[in-house]
Nanobody
């Protein structure tokens, strides 16, 4: 069994920063691609940032230059540093990992962490 736990969300004023964490635990052989998604009220979940096992990153146009995704493979933890936050960044942020376990590869989701950016 693998669990993903996100943390670091909260309420911040526009222009501020937050650092989200996603910690994976359980019987994990390897984690390759990790994604951060967000879902605003009344909207579909959207992909925000991706990091591969080799450290290659990709970002949605809306966050490019403001968000940075990184990982600490030794700790099975991925981070999302969010700077210059805007009210449009408000939503629930979820991490999604492709994990190799004893029974094969499977994608897991965390429970989400709320980010609220006020004007």
């Amino acid at each position: 069994q693998v669990q993903l736990v996100e943390s670091g969300g909260g309420l911040v004023q526009a222009g501020g920063s937050l650092r989200l964490s996603c910690a994976a635990s359980g019987t994990i052989l390897m984690i390759n691609e990790v994604n951060w998604y967000r879902q605003a009220p009344g909207k579909q979940r959207e992909l925000v940032a991706t990091i591969t096992s080799g450290g290659r990153t990709n970002y949605a146009d809306s966050v490019l230059g403001r968000f940075t995704i990184s990982r600490d493979s030794a700790k099975n933890t991925v981070y999302l540093q969010m700077d210059s936050l805007k009210p449009g960044d408000t939503g629930v942020y979820y991490c999604n990992c492709n994990v190799a376990t004893m029974i094969g590869w499977r994608r897991y989701w965390g429970q989400g962490t709320q980010v609220t950016v006020s004007t």
